[in-house]
């Protein structure tokens, strides 16, 4: 049941304009910052910059593609989750969702794994993108897998809040607003309130934990973080639909 509803979600996101032109609109600047950065690498190459700034052509360019795909993800998510609960509360269709063969578990985790499905085709996009560099250089797959993973972890996280947002509110744009200031509020966090290496702080920072994917690094401690946010926030959402099944 629950691929079915993946299925389901993913099918009505290719249905919607907005899902197209988000898709269009980030592989389009993605692609420029692709080009851009060949460009960029070939001056490089020519001398242009000094020898002391130089790095492979994998890091030099992915850097610049996996940052920016990171930061457009958190504009895309909430206008993608925004929808996915508060639509049907708002539409009345939640009550018979809720009384169909399926536990409150499966619901939230089908909806949750449509909508990373579908971003996960943008990022399986960029990763395409950059192994193309192989046809003309020696590139470091370990830094591409890397920086995957990294990305899809932190896409993910951001649906899982995105998910919990959207079951809190009737109205789909003040699901997207919440969910936005929510993730810009993680950046912040970031910014000006981690603290020095070890501290707690640290630990609970989201792009603390991003960081190392983004330099080439794979830690299990990073990759149980991200786990364990979702599955928290994940679960919140089934708390919060439960309470509303129980209120009838």
Known sequence: MIWHLARKEIKSLFASPMGWVILALLQFWLGLKFYSGINNYFQVMSGIIRPAERMGVTSFIGQSVFGDASFFMLVAVPLLSMRLISEERKSNTLPFLMTAPMSLTQIVIGKFLGLVAFLSILIGFVLIMLLTLGLWADIDYGYLVSNTLGLWL???????????????????????????????????FDRFFTGNEGSIMNYLSMMQHFQPFARGLIDTADIAYFLLFI??????????????????
């Open 154 to 188: 932190l896409v993910a996280s951001f649906c899982s809040l995105g998910l919990y947002f959207s079951s809190l509110t009737a109205q789909p744009v003040v699901a997207a607003i919440i969910t936005f200031i929510a993730l810009f509020g993680l950046m912040i």
């Open 231 to 248: 599955i928290a926030f994940l679960t919140l959402t089934i708390r919060r639909l439960d309470a509303d099944r129980l209120r009838g």
